[in-house]
């Protein structure tokens, strides 16, 4: 039984003059992923698909250049789209972002409903599962649709109390046979990633 690991991008360089899916990694960013690409919760790896944002293919990139494997990047594993608002200042955001789980069915803002983007990111994540060749998957993505995506695994309501610290580049890993969860989100660097919790 291989595992699927979903990791969010690490660090970036916040410009409010470019559009959120545009932002590069910083370089704390990247120096978080070169880590992950020699951890060893990666050694089992031998598929990398991210969302087609361009900070998850620079995480996807560099994982996959440590590794010897060819990322494939998805559309419609983006984060949740909240093009409607464009760049919101940090309070405003989570006040935005905080609404958006706890009205699930609603679009807050013009912000894709938080229930399509579930439906959305799980349909793709099947699909990549469905697929695979023997080995660990790795998903490259985005906060907001990685916490629908564990909820879903979970078998719970969206809620925000799943969503990963302040940050960026945490993991979650669940079973890819049976999606039973084997631990919610771990910093990258944690010697627990991929391990029964």
Not at 82 to 106: I, N, V, W
């Amino acid at each position: 039984m291989h595992r699927a690991f979903y990791l969010t991008h690490p660090q970036v360089r916040i410009d409010p003059a470019v559009k959120a899916p545009d932002w590069e990694l910083s370089d704390v960013g990247q120096a978080r992923a070169a880590v992950a690409g020699a951890a060893k919760w990666t050694s089992g790896v031998t598929t990398i698909v991210s969302s087609a944002e361009r900070k998850a293919v620079e995480t996807a990139a560099i994982i996959g250049a440590a590794r010897g494997i060819d990322p494939a990047a998805r559309a419609d594993m983006h984060e949740n789209d909240r093009s409607a608002t464009g760049y919101l200042e940090p309070a405003e955001f989570e006040a935005t972002a905080d609404a958006f789980f706890a009205r699930p069915r609603e679009s807050v803002r013009g912000w894709e409903r938080a229930a399509d983007a579930q439906a959305r990111i799980v349909s793709a994540v099947r699909g990549v599962v469905a697929g695979a060749r023997a080995g660990d998957i790795l998903f490259v993505g985005h906060g907001a649709v990685g916490t629908l995506l564990l909820c879903h695994l979970l078998e719970e309501p969206i809620s925000r109390t799943r969503d990963q610290a302040a940050g960026g580049g945490h993991v979650f890993c669940w079973d890819a046979a049976t999606g039973r969860v084997r631990h919610g989100w771990l910093k990258l660097e944690d010697d627990g990633v991929g391990m029964l919790g």
